[in-house]
């Protein structure tokens, strides 16, 4: 049944697909582009691209503005549940308006793809660069989903992310446990090689969400999984991890690191220290700008972490 689905989706997908998007969506000024590119010179550079989950107008601001200060490339991502509360259409043209006066790389990707159909219209939106996340599935199942999703975004030239292994933790309005965490670097051949995606979310220990201990990041699975596995390898849940582990991580393969909690509470910290320090505050630019100034500097401080800097 499952693969009779994915076959009608995947015959959708490609009557979907009437125009040829580009390897980069570049008119004039405009630096937004494809991730596929960025990723495969941090893999032969030994650095990583940032990669941040952004919820509003000031957090697209905040994090572009970081990225142009110290010329690093970047990647901008939204969530299913941040499409639910707007359409990707939306941030898109926010993504886009914002990267057109921007000088260095920009990319508008979809964090963890929860369906065909959602991974199809974050592709007609604009988007840049697709994640698909099958990982709740059996093995195969998440072949066929990722193999449908790689068909379709690549007949426009846009990459696809997958993920095999579990990242624990509250990932969107899901709660993800933790009893086999693990990526099997077999199961990481066979999964890239029959799928053809264009790059790799690896479960190691870390999870989504705020760290209630220290997080047991498995480095040395790492290093098994980038001896058998070519394309670029993605870190998940970030977020509190501590430096040292994500620059051993980035040493050993990984060529994009997620972040996203860690700016939902930077950008809240902003707001309510204005709104504490005077109570007559109503004009929501005054505390948004706030919470724009502390995820910049979030994001300058992980983008300096994860080497990037003057690769822009």
């Known amino acids: 049944m499952l693969l009779v689905m994915l076959a009608c989706k995947r015959l959708y997908a490609y009557l979907l697909l009437s125009r040829d998007r580009g390897t980069v969506i570049q008119k004039g000024e405009n ?25 509003n107008m000031e957090m697209v601001q905040a994090v572009i503005e970081a ?58 939106a604009g988007y840049t660069s697709i994640m698909i996340d099958g990982s709740k599935l059996s093995l195969e199942e998440n072949i066929e989903l990722s193999k449908a999703v790689a068909d379709a975004c690549h007949g426009g030239n846009i990459p696809v992310e997958a993920e095999l292994g579990k990242v624990g933790g509250k990932e969107d309005d899901l709660v993800v446990g933790l009893d086999n965490p693990y990526t099997d670097p077999q199961e990481a051949v066979r999964f890239v090689e029959e799928t053809g995606i264009d790059s790799l979310a690896v479960g190691i220990g870390t999870a989504h969400g705020i ?57 809240t910290r902003g707001v309510r220290e204005v709104l504490s320090a005077d109570q007559d ?23 300096q972490l994860c080497g990037s800097a003057g690769r822009g």
Do not use: W
């Open 31 to 55: 630096m937004l582009v494809t991730s596929k590119e960025l990723l495969l010179d941090a893999q032969k550079n030994g650095y990583a691209v940032g990669a941040f989950n952004v919820e």
């Open 67 to 124: 990225a142009e200060e110290v010329q690093a490339p970047v990647i901008l991502q939204t969530t299913p549940s941040t499409l639910k509360y707007a359409d990707p259409e939306l941030y898109f043209a926010n993504v886009s308006a914002a990267a057109r006066n921007a000088s260095i790389p920009v990319v508008l990707h979809l964090d963890h793809g929860s369906s065909f159909a959602l991974a199809m219209r974050a592709f007609r």
């Open 211 to 267: 760290y209630k201990g220290e997080p047991n990041v498995n480095v040395e699975r790492l290093k098994e999984i980038r001896q058998v596995v070519s394309v670029p390898l993605v870190l998940h849940g970030t977020s509190g991890v501590p430096d040292q582990t994500v620059r051993e991580c980035i040493e050993n393969g990984i060529c994009k690191v997620n972040y996203a909690t860690d700016l939902r509470v930077a950008f």
């Open 281 to 303: 505050v109503f004009d929501p630019k005054k505390y948004n700008a706030k919470g724009r100034e502390e995820v910049k500097k979030h994001v300058m401080n992980r983008i």
